[in-house]
């Protein structure tokens, strides 16, 4: 009983994550122009920063949604959340997660769109988490079954949503 109650918790302490990571799928589609965040910049490697990918609106949209989520869920479950600092810097750990996933995939020589398995399903997550849990330490329900059982339904749920985003037009690739 207790396992489930840790991954109930653990699954509503990830969701401003979860939204900042899949907001930019959606607003990205309705917006006529974005701009990259890395301003075309190319690195050493010949390879540009970001890419295309990687906008200044979905970063926007990202983080104000996963924010509003974040504030609602420390208002709405009390105690899921030990600071406003601590959910709010998980919608900021799962965008800058993101983006260092584009980053690593670019100096992998992966080009937009291309599938870096495990990377794009929980390097953003890994990321909030770390930072989320910077001024607090780990919440009271971490331990090493509940965040395995975490990753792999963070893996399976950013797979199944893509899946979802491709069914209806708001992505090119089914990942």
């Known amino acids: 009983m207790w ?5 109930a918790e653990a699954i509503i302490y990830v969701v401003p994550a979860y939204i900042a990571n899949g907001t930019p799928v959606v607003v990205l589609r309705y917006i006529k122009q ?3 965040i890395d301003l075309g910049v190319v690195m050493w490697d010949g390879r540009r920063l970001l890419g295309d990918g990687k906008t200044i609106e979905g970063l926007v949209s990202g ?3 996963g924010l509003v989520a974040a504030l609602s869920l420390y208002v709405l479950v009390p105690g899921i959340y030990r600071s406003l600092l601590e959910c709010g810097l998980l919608p900021v750990g ?3 997660g993101d983006i260092l996933g584009a980053f690593i995939k670019r100096r992998m020589g992966l080009e937009r769109g291309r599938s870096a ?4 399903q929980i390097g953003f997550l890994l990321v909030a988490l770390l930072l989320a849990w910077l001024p607090h330490g780990a919440p009271i329900w971490l331990d090493a079954q509940t965040f395995v059982i975490l990753l792999v339904i963070t893996a399976l749920l950013h797979l199944s949503t893509n899946a979802l985003a491709y ?7 089914w990942y």
């Open 94 to 96: 799962a965008m800058m």
């Open 63 to 65: 983080l104000a949604v």
């Open 167 to 173: 069914l209806v037009g708001l992505k090119d690739k």
């Open 3 to 7: 396992a489930m109650q840790n991954i």
């Open 34 to 36: 974005s701009h990259p």
């Open 117 to 120: 398995p495990v990377l794009d």
